[in-house]
């Protein structure tokens, strides 16, 4: 099962106000584990970032000018998280960037369907408590000493492990449900195919018979002798 924990950042809160992305980064998960692929790139807004943003993310105005528009990157990104769900913490905010920028681009929008909420996934699990990646890093002892600043790759991977810890931890995965449908259809599928053999016969020849007298005639006291003699001792 692939999945894709999805993070952006961005210049202020609302689309519909103008707003844009400024950067994107993405992890691939395989049956919720990290795969090691990774997607991420900063987005020229092709406007100014207000001085709130850039406190939130760092990214300034000249820096990001020197890189591609989402519209030069969107094959790119819609190649990568293919039509696999996607794990976003506060799903809502991110989709609507996502999609305002895919409008832009005459492209179709990501449905909410496909989101995997964590926030809500975070709110049920623990009611009442303190939803936000720094208080659920800090409630499974993930290390997120590396967030000075938000940065979509980093706040991808960290929540990457906050999504396992909110299925159930490590632990989830120890059964390897996935492998052993697999490994039992190969089985069956190699015992199929199998030919059929007639038993082998386990009887001794009277060549066999004879040579095994032979030999115990030859031994003092002999147990087997006693057995077929009747003699044998008891227990």
Sequence with gaps: MREV?????TTGLDPEQGHRIVEIGAVELIHHLPTGRTFHTYVNPERDVPADAER??????AFLARHPTFAEIVDDFLAFIADDPLVIHNAAFDLAFL???????????????????????????????????DALCRRFGIDASARTLHGALLDSQLLAEVYLHLLGGPQTMLALEPVRPLAA???????ARRPVRPPRPHAPTPEELAAHARFVAEIPDALWREEEDGTAASD
């Design 5 to 9: 924990v999805l993070d952006t950042e």
């Design 56 to 61: 939130v993310h760092g990214l300034t105005a």
């Design 99 to 133: 999609n305002a920028e895919l409008a832009r681009c005459g492209r179709d929008p990501i449905p909410a369907s496909r989101a995997v909420d964590t926030v809500a996934l975070a709110r049920e699990k623990f009611p009442g408590q303190p939803a936000n990646l």
């Design 185 to 191: 259809a190969a089985a069956g599928t190699a015992a």
